[in-house]
């Protein structure tokens, strides 16, 4: 606790018994005892409710993680799902009918020969749609 070697503790038995005496030294080596032993209890009951809470803190962090971790999984094998489809649809539909969002562009009113729709088409003086 207080990393002391043995001359050490030596050394201050001889300073405590010099100073407080050989009648005193027993009943003061108790005092100190049982003062460490309450300090020891104290000490736990402090640390124990702590040490709880941080190890229930802990817990939930490596859950959190944990869920993360799946959740990003998740997410990255779905990426990687829409991307393999995105490819398969690129190679089954020919370059020229794919528009720039990736669908097949609807035929416009001029071409599908519809006269009703046909007379809505305003010309331009050069005599081009639109």
């Known amino acids: 606790m207080f990393n002391l070697g043995f001359t050490h503790i030596i050394l201050l038995g001889v300073i405590a018994l010099i100073v407080v ?10 005092k100190l005892a049982h003062m460490l032993n309450d300090l020891r209890r104290a000490k736990d009951e402090i640390l124990g409710p702590v040490t709880q809470m941080h190890n229930d803190t802990q817990k939930m962090i490596d859950e959190a993680k944990s869920k993360a971790t799946q959740d990003i999984q998740q997410l990255l094998d779905l990426r990687h799902k829409l991307d393999e489809q995105i490819r398969a649809q690129q190679t089954a539909t020919p370059p ?9 562009p609807a035929a416009s009113p ?8 046909a007379t809505n088409i305003k010309k331009d003086p050069d005599g081009q749609p639109g």
């Open 96 to 104: 020229g009918n794919v528009s720039s969002g990736g669908t097949v």
């Open 21 to 30: 005496g050989p009648e005193q030294l027993p009943d003061l080596a108790k």
């Open 110 to 117: 001029a071409t599908t020969g519809s006269p009703e729709v």
